[in-house]
């Protein structure tokens, strides 16, 4: 998990090349005083300050300002790309007819929890037992993929939660508003010569 750098001169965002994480691992850090070049403006950038635990998916905020916590969610290439993978294949399935919706808001959820920092928090949040109807559901989870995938920069958990609760809201309005089972919000196209995976590579939940 990279460890990020702000300048507040320019308020560029970037990934240090001072303090770097890979492979296998969960450490809880204290970051402070940490500074590197701007390679923007040539100014002094600060990186993230506080208390964090860290593992290779996901950063933990344990104690940090405020004005750190928008560091938390960030997402890399390759983990945005197997959410529209994910986010496709539930498309499909849902307009085949006679599909798993269970199956189909299992993958999903575990699809952002596994490649979205606190991506199970921001499911359990989300979770609303008063949604009984599972397409409903998976409509929610296919517009808050659709945000996740396209978010560019980086949004703190409350933020995220805050978005997350508009786009289910938005949802629903747009649910009460149609005569269609599942409205399915418009995904990037997938880059030339890539098919969606078949259902048997994408995650499989446990069993609750």
Not at 126 to 150: E, F, H, K, M, Q
Not at 183 to 208: I, S, Y
Request: hydrophobic share 35%; aromatic share 4%; with cysteine.
């Amino acid at each position: 998990m990279p460890v990020y750098a702000r300048c507040r001169n320019c308020h560029q965002e970037w990934v240090s090349r001072s303090i770097r994480f890979e492979g296998d691992f969960n450490v809880t850090m204290n970051l402070s005083n940490n500074t590197e070049p701007c390679p923007f403006c040539g100014g002094t950038a600060h990186l993230m300050e506080g208390e964090f635990k860290v593992d290779d998916k996901s950063v933990e905020i344990l104690s940090a300002s405020p004005s750190e916590t928008d560091f938390v969610i960030r997402m890399n290439a390759k983990q945005r790309q197997k959410l529209n993978q994910s986010a496709r294949w539930a498309q499909e399935q849902m307009r085949a007819g006679n599909v798993d919706e269970a199956r189909v808001a299992h993958v999903l959820e575990r699809t952002v929890e596994q490649n979205v920092p606190h991506g199970k928090t921001i499911i359990e949040h989300l979770r609303d037992p008063a949604v009984g109807n599972i397409g409903t559901w998976v409509s929610i989870l296919l517009a808050l993929i659709v945000w996740l995938s396209t978010m560019d920069s980086g949004i703190s958990i409350e933020d995220a939660q805050q978005v997350a609760d508009e786009t289910a809201r938005t949802v629903l309005r747009e649910l009460e508003h149609s005569s269609s089972t599942l409205p399915t919000p418009p995904l990037p196209a997938p880059p030339a010569g890539e098919q969606p995976p078949p259902a048997t590579e994408l995650p499989t939940p446990k069993t609750r």
